[in-house]
C-alpha cells in the first residue's frame, strides 16, 4: 500500500514517499520518519492497553470469561475486528490515532481473563513479566534483522495471511472442543507465525511499504499483542505453580 499520507501527528504538513516538512529528500527519510513516528506511537499504546487491562478487572470480565467461554471470547473478537475498521477507515485523519488508542484499550480489555488467571498461580506476575520481557526480545531481534537485512521479506505476507487464517479457525474450533495439547500447539504456532508477522511488517515499513503510521503501529501492536499472550499461555502451562 502507498497511498498519499497525512502525518495524523505532525499539525497539518503533509507528505509523500520521498518528501519530508522542509523539502524533498531521499525515500530512506520518509521511512526513517514514518518508522520512528510508528515507535514513538506503539509506545503510547500501552497506556491505553494498561487502561483497558484495568478496567477489565474492575468490571470482573474474568467472572464472564468463566460463564460464557464461548460468546464471550468471539464477541470480543468481533469488536476488535470492528475495531480495526475503524482505524483502517481513519487512518489518514486527525481521528486515526485516537481510534487507535480506542481499538488498544478494547485489546487491553481482552488482556483481563489471561491476566486474572495468570494472577492465581504463586509465580504468575512474575510469568507476565518474562512473557513481556521475551516479547521484548523477540521485537529487538526482528528489528534488527529488518535493518540489517538488505532483504524485503514484505513478499512473506500471502503466506502468512493463509497461516493466520488457518490458526484463527483452529483456535475458534478449540473453543468447542477444549482440549488442552492442541491449545498449547496453537500458542506455539502462534508464537512463531506472528514472529514473522513482525518481521513481514517491520520490513514493509524500511522498505517503503507502508508509509502510514497509524496502520503501521497497529500492525506492530497486534503482533506484539498475540506474540505476548501466546508466550504467557505456553509459560503458564509448562512453568505455572498453583498455591
Known amino acids: 500500500m502507498d497511498p498519499k499520507f497525512e502525518p495524523v501527528m505532525s499539525g497539518s504538513a503533509t507528505r509523500s514517499r520521498g518528501q519530508v516538512f ?17 515507535y514513538w506511537l506503539l509506545a503510547l499504546t500501552m497506556l491505553p492497553t494498561i487502561a483497558g487491562a484495568f478496567v ?34 481513519l487512518r489518514n485523519s486527525a481521528w486515526g490515532v485516537a481510534a487507535l488508542f480506542a481499538f488498544t ?5 481482552t ?3 489471561t491476566l486474572t488467571f495468570a494472577a492465581g498461580f504463586r509465580n504468575g506476575w512474575q510469568l507476565v513479566g518474562l512473557a513481556a520481557a521475551m516479547t521484548a526480545a523477540i521485537f529487538f531481534t ?13 513478499s512473506m505476507g500471502k ?16 473453543m468447542f472442543f477444549q482440549m488442552p495439547a492442541l491449545s498449547v500447539a496453537l500458542s506455539a504456532i502462534c508464537v512463531m507465525l506472528f514472529s514473522a508477522w513482525l518481521l513481514h511488517d517491520l520490513s514493509r515499513i524500511i ?16 503482533d506484539l499483542l498475540n ?10 502451562a509448562f512453568t505455572g505453580s498453583r498455591d
Open 22 to 38: 522542509d523539502g524533498t529528500v531521499t525515500p530512506q527519510t520518509t521511512q526513517n520518519a514514518v518508522l520512528r513516528n510508528t
Open 142 to 154: 526482528m528489528a534488527t534483522i529488518a535493518t540489517v537485512s538488505k532483504r524485503d521479506f514484505s
Open 111 to 113: 488482556l483481563t481473563p
Open 105 to 109: 484499550f478494547v485489546a487491553g480489555l
Open 159 to 174: 503466506f502468512l495471511m493463509v497461516g493466520t487464517v488457518v490458526l484463527i479457525v483452529a483456535m475458534i474450533a478449540n
Open 207 to 222: 522498505h517503503g511499504g507502508e508509509t502510514n503510521y497509524v496502520m503501521a503501529t497497529m500492525n506492530l501492536y497486534l
Open 227 to 236: 506474540i505476548f499472550m501466546s508466550l504467557l499461555n505456553l509459560l503458564l
Open 56 to 89: 477489565g478487572a474492575q468490571l470482573n470480565l474474568f467472572a464472564l470469561y468463566t460463564a460464557h467461554p464461548i460468546m464471550m471470547p468471539l464477541m470480543m473478537f468481533g469488536a476488535m475486528i470492528g475495531m480495526l475498521f475503524v482505524v483502517t477507515r
